[in-house]
């Protein structure tokens, strides 16, 4: 079976490095994990990423990404944003965002989907690696105010795949949007689905970062 799909949309942001496609696909064939799914032919998303139980989600994401030469962003405090780390941060698809900044971080992050020919944001709802009970909403806030559909892609370690579930199209309504892709996500585990306790619901914080 293919480690990665080979029929990517033109729609769908990609870096120019063919070396970083090769590095990423080596790393994926020794991490022995493959991508599977299709990818839907829009220029702008909000990427949701699930469930978030362990820091190996990002170790077996970036490798996926580099091996199918995506451009995908995520966000992080700008205060993460300090020598040395600063370009590798940005290299990989790093957004410094400013929680203080008038307006929010939806309508600071809905300006860069209008500013953006093509834009793929990827965020983890639960907004922690920690057991939670509910998710946090900000990602439903920011596809609301860009006007974007969410791609929902899983991480499913016990057969070592990161899966393009579905691409869903927000309703407006908070509580009706989180029950849905919620359920979508049940069906798959973690790295450590003892973790993976949350209940269906909204939290009424503000939180989209997957840092």
């Not at 990609?14 to 299709?38: C, D, Q, Y």
């Not at 995908?72 to 590798?88: G, W």
């Not at 105010?145 to 899983?154: D, E, G, S």
């Not at 989180?178 to 359920?183: T, V």
């Amino acid at each position: 079976m293919a480690t990665i799909p080979s029929n990517i949309p033109p729609e769908v942001p990609r870096m120019n490095s063919r070396l970083a496609g090769w590095i990423g696909l080596v790393l994926t064939k020794l991490l022995r994990f493959r991508f599977e799914g299709e990818f839907p032919k829009e220029k702008k998303v909000m990427v949701a990423l699930a469930p978030h139980t362990s820091l190996w989600d990002f170790i077996v994401s970036m490798p996926l990404l580099m091996a199918m030469r995506l451009k995908i962003h995520y966000l992080m405090k700008k205060e993460a944003f300090f020598f040395p780390f600063k370009r590798l941060f940005m290299a990989l698809g790093g957004i410094p965002t400013d929680r203080s900044a008038p307006g929010g971080l939806a309508k600071q992050v809905a300006n860069l989907y209008r500013d953006n020919e093509q834009m793929w944001i990827a965020i983890a709802p639960e907004g922690t690696r920690r057991k939670v009970t509910k998710w946090k909403n900000g990602f439903l806030r920011i596809a609301y105010a860009a006007k974007v559909p969410i791609v929902l892609i899983a991480w499913d370690f016990p057969s070592r795949r990161a899966v393009i579930d579905s691409t869903y199209y927000p309703t407006g309504d908070l509580e009706v949007d989180m029950r849905e892709i919620q359920r979508r996500y049940a069906k798959y585990r973690g790295r450590n689905p003892e973790k993976q306790g949350y209940l269906p619901g909204v939290e009424s914080e503000e939180g989209a970062s997957s840092k």
